[in-house]
């Protein structure tokens, strides 16, 4: 179909316009944009061309979202360049047929060239061959991107009436098998998720529930302090129940302002797709409704006389019991006496305590800089963990992009496995590398110390303009793990306070 090309008739091009664009539909990522611009460049040097270097930073899908594309062809129309370079056809544009159009005048009309470098060809549009090749060319790259996006989604949807699990990532409690597309409970997590449904049930309030779980320093799904919402999320989530719901919202959440994508919303509970049964449950039917009624009866805010500012938090130094507060016979509250005879005494002395130690940890906290190295390294880990899966998909929709080839009869059946074999084996190279980091990050100390600044500031001024014992109680428990009380006699009284 293509005439052959010879490079000397192409002696006039002396000064190229450099053309980059990820594209965002592709999965394109910024290593990519560096290759291709190398390439560029690499073919620029070896035949001696000048180029000036147009960078997207936005990727509309039409180019009227596309701000140096618009820059790009206004210089060309007046004649500054002898070609366009890109790396491939598609990196023009996807958009609607007028966006190809356009660009296709501009060049015929400067008399432009346009160079590709994947493959490697310069098209001359007025010269009819070369115009038929890259309508051709243009067509196929969005034929083809209009295929796969809906391939894709119909799979998702697909997907989720298997009862498959389509979201990117496991929610806590669960792992996904990759091999069978579906969620397994993870047996590490699987008695926290049971004890957070237990305390629930026997009416522990979440902030408690919250409370217990940091006391024993297990990690929030994120990998940071518990807090009440996660955990009603938590039990709110039928995934727990072993179904999967889906269809919750439509369009895209990354959607530009121009792009002719729909827009993002959420849909209403009657539109979702729930598939039940999908995985093993976590939380029992009648767990559930208990739950569920609970959540829904929560009674306002009713402050609740018992509960003191240290409730629950004093323990004994002696015989290691909780110990209670009362109110003294002059109306003040203090430490009970203790069972095994540790006397009880004034609360002030507890609260000079912690604010004193509160305070001396502060100034210690902003001493240490090691937690940074930790945090460093927690997002290096992130980073490359997000790569990886990211990788992990494109070679799952390699893989797609293969059967679709057979199907279309371009590969044969010989083709066909052995290109698939070849993906394969590297999704499961990445796949170990993934649960490789996933380990070394449940590994790295999940608190670093300048979420631990900011939660000590907020507790002073917190307990400082807060009256209600019942909510100081809520407020300590945020950072305190307790307080050991241990007295010898009127005058010695020692008062130690441990942090979460
Ligand atoms: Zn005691």
């Known amino acids: 179909m293509l005439l052959e090309q010879h490079e000397s008739d192409f002696e006039s091009i002396k000064h190229v316009a450099a053309y980059l664009r990820k594209s965002q539909s592709m999965g394109d990522k910024d290593e990519d944009l560096l290759k291709h611009k190398s390439v560029i460049e690499e073919v620029c040097e070896s035949r001696g061309w000048s180029y000036v270097l147009y960078e997207e930073v936005v990727t509309g899908d039409t180019i009227e979202g596309r ?101 990117a990532q496991a929610p806590h409690g669960y792992t996904y098998n990759r091999k069978l597309k579906q969620l397994e ?48 999320r938590m039990l709110k989530s039928q995934v727990y129940l072993g179904h999967i719901v889906g269809n919750k919202s439509e369009g895209n959440r990354k959607r530009v302002a121009t792009s002719s994508s729909k827009p993002f919303k959420y849909l209403p509970e009657d539109k979702w797709v729930i598939v039940k049964n999908c995985h093993e449950p976590l939380i029992t039917e009648e767990e559930y409704d208990l739950l569920m009624k609970r959540f829904s009866n929560r009674p306002k805010r009713i402050y609740n006389n018992k509960i003191h500012s240290f409730t629950g938090l004093i323990t004994c130094g002696k015989c290691n019991k909780n110990m209670t507060m009362k109110r003294f016979g002059n109306g003040k509250l203090g430490v009970a006496k203790c069972e095994c005879g540790n006397r009880g005494g004034d609360i002030e002395l507890v609260e000079k305590a912690v604010i004193d130690t509160v305070e001396a940890l502060r100034d210690n906290l902003n001493n240490i800089q090691i937690d940074d190295v930790e945090k460093q390294k927690k997002n290096m880990l992130n980073k490359k963990l997000d790569d990886l899966i990211q990788d992990c998909d494109k070679q799952d929709l390699a893989i797609e992009r293969i059967e679709e080839a057979f199907e279309n009869g371009l590969y044969d059946i010989q083709k066909t496995r052995k290109k698939t074999e070849e993906r394969q084996q590297e999704k499961w190279k990445l796949e170990k590398e993934i649960r490789n980091i996933r380990k070394q990050l449940t590994s790295v100390d999940s608190f670093d110390s300048k979420e631990r600044i900011t939660a000590i500031d907020k507790f002073i001024s917190d307990i400082e303009n807060e009256d209600s014992g019942e909510i100081k109680n809520k407020i300590y428990k945020d950072i305190l793990n307790n307080i050991v009380w241990t007295r010898d006699n009127e005058k010695r009284v020692s008062v130690k306070v441990n942090f979460l």
């Open 185 to 232: 409970v993870d047996e590490e997590k699987r008695p926290i998720i049971r004890k957070i449904v237990e305390h629930a049930l026997e009416g522990m309030t979440l902030a408690d529930i919250a409370w217990e779980l940091n006391k024993k320093h297990i990690p929030s799904p994120r990998n940071k302090k518990w807090a009440p919402i996660t955990i009603s």
């Open 67 to 167: 701000p140096k594309m618009l820059e790009l062809l206004s210089d060309v129309e007046r004649s500054q360049y002898d070609a366009i370079f890109c790396f491939d056809i598609d990196r023009l544009g996807r958009g609607g047929g007028g966006d190809r159009e356009k660009i296709g005048i501009t060049l015929q009309h400067s008399d432009t060239y346009l160079i590709t470098a994947n493959p490697y060809k310069i098209y001359d549009l007025n010269n009819e061959n070369d115009d038929q090749a890259y309508d051709m060319q243009s067509f196929m790259g969005r034929f083809e991107y209009k295929m796969i996006k809906k391939r894709f989604k119909a799979g998702k949807r697909i997907g989720l009436r298997l009862g498959r699990w389509v979201n």
